[in-house]
């Protein structure tokens, strides 16, 4: 991505970040990384650990000023740092899970979905249990279920406030080859739907089957 000159801007980008540098602890996290993410497109980071993967999705994000460069996203294209609304059009996955373990897959939802004021948040709801295939566990407790299906449900979370841009920080890692594939597909169906995927990974092969 260093001096990557992007293609002319079209109506369906929702993120741009051009010649991005960041700092962090007197080093370089960023050194002019530029990309470019439409709508219905994944686009995969991979590298080593300290590559700046992790640092970019937080830019994007506006958890990180950039010491030089642009970001923007939504649409139109904002900078998330000082514009609340870009923000709301961003969904993001950390690589840990971040759910209350007592509480059901539909209770987490419903917790979730509250900043996002969403009109009829149950419709909305039962919409992302179905399209991450979570409907039969949606009244398990979190605790009682695998590392893979709260992984899943760690992207529905997520995907509550309908994002335009969804986030994800290694969002396979170690789980089996069987949850891996449910969250391909998931994936593959958010790139269908015109839901713009930028997701950072170890796994070549992952990366290259989505």
Same mark, same amino acid.
């Given at each position: 991505m260093l001096g990557t000159a992007l293609p !002319?801007?079209?109506?369906? *980008?929702?993120?741009?970040?051009? #010649?991005a540098v960041l700092l962090l602890g %007197?080093?370089?996290?960023?050194? %002019?990384?530029?990309?470019s993410l439409r709508r219905g497109e994944i686009l995969a980071l991979l590298g080593p650990n300290g590559a700046g993967k992790t640092s970019l999705l937080r830019?994007?994000?506006? %958890?990180?000023? +950039?010491?030089?460069?642009?970001?923007?996203? %939504?649409e139109p294209l904002? #900078? !998330?740092?000082? =514009?609340p609304e870009a923000r709301r059009l961003?969904?993001?996955v950390p690589q840990n899970i971040a759910?209350? !373990?007592? +509480?059901?897959v539909r209770e987490n939802l419903e917790v979730f979905a509250q900043p996002a004021k969403k009109p009829r948040r149950r419709e909305a709801i039962d919409r992302v249990l179905r399209n991450t295939r979570l409907a039969t566990v949606a009244d398990a407790m979190i605790a009682t279920l695998s590392g893979g299906l709260q992984r899943r449900v760690n992207i529905a979370v997520?995907?509550?406030? *309908?994002?335009?841009?969804?986030?994800?920080? *290694? !969002?396979?890692?170690?789980?089996? +080859? *069987?949850?891996?594939?449910?969250?391909?597909d998931v994936l593959t169906d958010l790139? #269908? =739907?015109?839901?713009?995927v930028l997701m950072v990974t170890h796994d070549f092969d992952q990366a290259e089957r989505l």
């Open positions: !002319p801007r079209t109506s369906s *980008e929702v993120a741009r970040i051009v #010649d %007197g080093r370089h996290a960023l050194n %002019g990384a530029t990309l830019v994007l994000y506006g %958890g990180l000023p +950039l010491t030089r460069g642009t970001v923007a996203v %939504g904002q #900078d !998330p740092r000082s =514009q961003i969904g993001l759910l209350y !373990p007592r +509480l059901t997520a995907l509550v406030s *309908e994002p335009r841009l969804l986030l994800l920080d *290694e !969002p396979t890692v170690g789980i089996d +080859l *069987e949850a891996r594939s449910a969250i391909h790139r #269908d =739907q015109g839901v713009a």
